[in-house]
């Protein structure tokens, strides 16, 4: 409605053409988001300093993407975004990347801890201590497949993945089978890409069924090899 439009616009900060106020009806019009919702999308993309439309389109894209077109559940993603971003600086202090970009990779694994996995910094912390410990290297990869293991285990809070911890190694001690991970499990990932990358020996070739045209060939062969070929007569001078 024009009535949106002009919130829309109000929000934003500025006046839109004919394309923009395309994109912002569209998202209502064609993908069935909630009015206010794009409004909370386009709230969040000017606080964050982005005044064109490419932005809030790609993240109401997403949004979409993944079920979400209410108001309600557009707030509660933004704020989980916020939230992510405030946890992936204390992240990058931690593994000492200080003020740097993020590599792809860093990305992926980050948002993965904190967005999808919704681990805070101080469960991330112990992930940490424990790869420095076992590695003597801050490697997130490392530290991924320890978090990957107490997400699949359901473990949710510090206190809980220490208990974990702490339980894995009792069991360790008195030989029992723990369900923590061993050094030996992630000793790749401490080792360096240029172990990963070398290559295996290649496998022998499999034995080949012959046809019963092929071993008459074989044994025409074996028997030429293993019988000897007479020598002709000299001729008498």
Same mark, same amino acid.
């Given at each position: 409605?024009?009535?949106?439009?002009?919130?829309?616009?109000?929000?934003?900060?500025?006046?839109?053409?004919?394309?923009?106020?395309g994109?912002?009806?569209?998202l209502?019009?064609?993908?069935g /988001?909630?009015?206010?919702?794009?409004?909370a999308?386009?709230?969040?993309?000017?606080?964050i300093g982005?005044?064109?439309l490419?932005?809030?389109?790609?993240?109401?894209?997403?949004?979409?993407?993944e079920?979400?077109?209410?108001?309600?559940g557009?707030?509660?993603?933004?704020a989980?975004?916020?939230?992510?971003?405030?946890?992936?600086?204390?992240?990058?202090?931690?593994f000492?990347?200080?003020?740097?970009?993020?590599?792809?990779?860093?990305?992926?694994? @980050?948002?993965k801890?904190?967005?999808k @996995?919704?681990?805070?910094?101080?469960?991330?912390?112990?992930a940490?201590?424990?790869?420095?410990?076992?590695t003597?290297?801050?490697?997130?990869k490392?530290?991924d497949a320890?978090?990957?293991?107490?997400?699949?285990?359901?473990?949710?809070?510090?206190?809980?993945?220490?208990?974990?911890?702490?339980?894995s190694?009792?069991?360790?001690?008195?030989?029992?089978?723990?369900?923590?991970?061993?050094?030996?499990?992630?000793?790749?990932?401490s080792?360096?890409?240029? /172990?990963?990358s070398?290559?295996?020996?290649p496998a022998?070739?499999?034995?080949v069924?012959?046809?019963?045209?092929?071993?008459?060939?074989?044994? /025409?062969?074996?028997e030429?090899?293993?019988?000897?070929v007479?020598?002709p007569?000299?001729?008498?001078?």
């Open positions: 409605t024009a009535q949106f439009i002009d919130e829309a616009q109000r929000v934003v900060g500025r006046t839109f053409n004919s394309y923009d106020t994109i912002v009806a569209g209502v019009d064609q993908l /988001f909630e009015e206010e919702a794009v409004l999308i386009l709230a969040y993309a000017t606080r982005k005044k064109g490419r932005y809030p389109e790609k993240l109401a894209l997403s949004f979409y993407d079920g979400i077109t209410t108001e309600s557009v707030v509660a993603r933004i989980l975004i916020e939230h992510s971003a405030e946890v992936v600086g204390k992240i990058k202090q931690l000492g990347i200080g003020s740097r970009e993020l590599s792809r990779t860093e990305k992926t694994l @980050f948002d801890w904190t967005q @996995f919704g681990y805070g910094i101080e469960v991330i912390r112990v940490y201590d424990i790869t420095v410990d076992a003597q290297k801050p490697l997130p490392y530290a320890i978090l990957e293991k107490w997400h699949a285990e359901g473990l949710r809070t510090e206190e809980e993945v220490l208990a974990f911890e702490q339980k190694k009792q069991q360790k001690n008195s030989g029992e089978e723990g369900k923590s991970y061993e050094l030996d499990d992630f000793f790749e990932l080792r360096g890409d240029e /172990f990963a070398r290559k295996q020996p022998p070739p499999e034995p069924e012959l046809t019963e045209s092929g071993k008459e060939i074989k044994k /025409f062969v074996f030429r090899v293993e019988r000897p007479s020598q007569k000299a001729q008498p001078s």
